[in-house]
């Protein structure tokens, strides 16, 4: 069985996650799904990135420990995954001795090959970035980054000697496509590699909270080259057992939100360069989530949380959203009114009276028992059969490349025909004129395309997938993705359930709306 290694970014917990977390979750979750049903033995590993002054800072604000407070972190991360049913492997925690072990020994491993040394930094320094800049990288003065002040700081270091592999990582660049979309490479290439690319400072001296240098305690080990490389340090890499390392190294898919380009194209590729290990085979960078009047901020009071939307709507209408409104390579914008629209047209409209009223009209004219197929009675079913085929293809496409906007866009397509299909073969004409040929051909056609549409709804909305596939008398059918391209998968005498329960029920506007907007400000 082929391996298929997923990573997400481990998060920082200085705050509570919102949707903009719940997305870069819900994307890789996603193509878990997919890559399971696609018969790969896949692997997903999410955590959080516990070090830094940062989280010194917000500790003491809150007067608790650093541990104390990523130890509360960590749960709340970890109940929110479960709410959002997240199928993730491991949870790599950077403060875990696992993690801590491995990178003391990469950091003097950096030293004795001579990639690390010893100097002083003094630099314009982003204490929420926790990075430091050159005054050139600087925009109006401020992070380029985050667009708040910068310090000018001074302290004793180690730096990672970045120019050393300056010219790998632009033959790597030329030779590989291991970067997605293509834009971000011309853009790591123009902005931080043609002006000269820095050295990484690699230690700090300035605050305690990070591990340890082996060999020269009084420095903490700088928060890249200890964040980065948790996606080796979670497999097992250089430890006693690492089975895992050799099994699923090097990662298939890598997600980062763009906010972290720099760090996963630029150092993470020549950190591993320098351990002499296979670069991952992609790393998607995904947009953001915006707010109509900007980004997401609590003084704006314009933040959403998943809880908020998952607790009144439902885990599946919520991912549905995030994936369907977010396109990954350009900034999507969150409303409650687009919610609520999609809420009501997509799920309701289309996806839900597709499935009730094929349901009702089996139970109606057939006694609820699934006429087997009888190729194309009609005169549309050819050319409902050949559209399906081709969409179907298109979805598949579409997920291959992490389109999951277009994806969905596609998979809708289908249903949208599918619910002109029973306008233009009018089951109800066929009964009354007593057309039976055609209108157990309508029944089984309507059938098979909810059978595929429910398959091609697992990646995205499991609960929704396996309820229509419950509807319909499939569920314990082999519903794998490979049968998606067959026509007659229906077993002679499939019942459909008496009476279906309402997939989504209808929303009313104005209430909504306000219920979102009045939860976006607590």
Not at 411 to 428: C, H, M
Not at 479 to 508: A, C, H
């Amino acid at each position: 069985m082929e391996k298929y290694y997923i990573t997400t970014p481990i998060y920082y917990p200085s705050g509570k996650f919102h949707i903009g977390t719940a997305y870069t979750e819900v994307v890789a979750d996603t193509v878990k799904r997919y890559k399971t049903l696609r018969g790969y033995d896949t692997y997903l590993l999410t955590g959080m990135d516990e070090h830094g002054q940062k989280i010194q800072t917000v500790a003491e604000k809150n007067n608790m420990t650093p541990q104390e407070h990523v130890d509360h972190m960590a749960a709340l991360a970890k109940e929110l995954w479960g709410k959002m049913d997240i199928k993730y492997d491991d949870f790599i925690r950077t403060t875990e001795p696992r993690h801590e072990k491995v990178v003391q020994e990469i950091f003097e491993k950096f030293l004795a090959s001579g990639d690390i040394y010893k100097g002083e930094y003094e630099g314009m320094y982003c204490v929420p970035c926790e990075t430091y800049f050159t005054k050139t990288q600087l925009v109006d003065g401020k992070c380029p980054d985050c667009g708040r002040d910068v310090v000018l700081m001074k302290e004793e270091a180690y730096f990672f000697n970045m120019k050393k592999y300056a010219d790998r990582l632009v033959k790597l660049y030329e030779e590989s496509d291991f970067i997605t979309p293509e834009f971000r490479k011309t853009e790591m290439i123009n902005n931080f590699i043609k002006p000269g690319l820095e050295d990484l400072c690699v230690s700090r001296t300035s605050f305690d909270w990070g591990i340890k240098v082996s060999s020269d305690p009084k420095h903490v080990v700088y928060v890249w080259l200890d964040a980065l490389t948790n996606y080796l340090t979670a497999l097992g890499y250089l430890s006693e057992d690492d089975s895992k390392f050799k099994k699923y190294w090097p990662a298939d898919l890598q997600i980062v939100g763009k906010d972290i380009a720099r760090f996963h194209l630029i150092y993470w590729p020549i950190f591993l360069m320098a351990l002499d290990l296979p670069i991952p085979k992609k790393i998607l960078v995904h947009n953001w989530i915006m707010m109509k009047d900007g980004k997401m901020s609590k003084s704006k009071g314009n933040v959403v949380y998943p809880e908020l939307l998952i607790d009144r709507y439902g885990l599946d209408a919520t991912r549905y959203f995030l994936l369907r409104e977010m396109p990954v390579v350009q900034d999507g914008v969150f409303s409650p009114e687009s919610f609520v629209e999609r809420f009501n047209f997509d799920l309701c409209n289309d996806l839900g009276n597709l499935l009730n009223r094929t349901v009702s009209m089996v139970n109606k004219y057939f006694a609820g028992i699934v006429p087997t197929y009888k190729g194309q009675v009609n005169e549309v079913d050819k050319d409902l059969e050949e559209y399906t085929q081709s969409q179907i293809k298109l979805v598949e496409e579409h997920l291959e490349k992490f389109e999951f906007a277009n994806a969905l866009q596609e998979l809708w397509n289908i249903i949208a025909r599918t619910n002109k299909y029973i306008d233009e073969t009018t089951p109800w004409a066929l009964e009354k004129e007593g057309e039976t040929l055609k209108l157990e051909s309508c029944m089984n056609h309507l059938i098979e395309n909810l059978r595929k549409i429910g398959i091609m709804l697992l990646p995205f909305m499991e609960k929704t997938a396996k309820s229509i596939l419950n509807q319909i008398g499939l569920s314990n059918a082999e519903n794998t993705w490979e049968s998606l391209y067959q026509i007659d998968q229906i077993p002679e005498q499939t019942k459909v359930i008496e009476k279906g329960e309402p997939l989504f029920m209808r929303l009313n506007v104005e209430e909504e709306i306000d219920y979102i907007k009045t939860g976006m400000q607590k």
